[in-house]
């Protein structure tokens, strides 16, 4: 299916649709390639996962990779790698360094979110980029892994930005994101009279709720109603059934066009409720805590009564595409599905942020 996507886009580029085990040593020879770009399953290293890392057989294509990389008749000079937030300590990324190291390239390892470009959805997500023999990258910071774009100032980035455990020092990421990393606690120390880690409303603790004040305050993200498709188009379709509104309601990430967060879109969007992406909030002068409030005291034809006036939706497929950075002109052939959409953009790269580290590297 992603490969009709891709093509529907694309239609003059060459598409092979083979496993990457199935193409042999000489035909890669023949192709003679510039750049690697490869976002390989993610599964084996997701920290829901197994973690099965290099045994696991989803891996077998990276490795593939690797092996035929020092075997190729002209090494590309350009490589480019996505992988989800714990990649960075896998065997999977050793072996890619020591591959790295044996071919002669040169390498940075990121930890990135779109909002590092102002975008107000979280997903954070590890990046390599590497080049064949040249000089190191300007910003280069040897076994360390940058949380940020490198400034056009190397020294900047150098001096107080780099950290090699993630989430130890001050970066573009949200607070939420530095907040994924269990080592560090909500950076907000409570002054309140509310015990810490206390319920406010709807399952919502003060640190949570401070977190989510300070993001949507953040003015250096944009807001989501930059985002939003228009408002006069039928959205029926995309409103919260009441069977989810009164089963989920309390696991539901609730935002306004006004905020400047979102958490990460994941493939279930759409149909699984919980972490699977933020919904949206179009009665946007009803506020959300006299709603919850008490709420669980209510029978339950009043509970979805109440629940009903906040207008909640899902984001559309387009907007979810408007977030992760494709341009206008990309679309879906008419054939697929939206819940097939959602499981597409929910494996989807930031485009926004690949471009920038594409520019680096090729800079
Ligand atoms: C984490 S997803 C990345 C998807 C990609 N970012 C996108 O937006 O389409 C991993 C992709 O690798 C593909 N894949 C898995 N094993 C493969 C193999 N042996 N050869 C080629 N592709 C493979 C899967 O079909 C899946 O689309």
Redesign the pocket.
Known sequence: L?NDVYKHNFPSTPLWAK???GITLKEFDKLSFDMILM????QPFTRIGLQGDVSDP?T??FLYILDILPRLQKLPKYLLL?NVKGFESSSARNELLQTLATCGFKYQEFLLSPTCLGIPNSRLRYFLIAKLHQEPFSFQAPGQILTRFPDKDPEDLLKEKVTDKVGETSSSLSSEEKNLDPSIGPDCSSKKSLPKGAFLFKLETVEEMERKHNQDNDSSIQMLKDFLEEENKDMSQYFLPPKSLLRYAFLLDIVKPTCRRSTCFTKGYGHYIEGTGSVLQTAVDVQLESVFKHIDELPEDEKLMKLSTLKLRYFTPREIANLHGFPLEFGFPEKVTVKQCYR?LG???NVRVVAKLISILLE
Do not use: D, V
């Open positions: 992603a496993t990457i085990e976002s390989p399953p993610c989803r077998k294509s996505e597409l494996n989807s790269l």
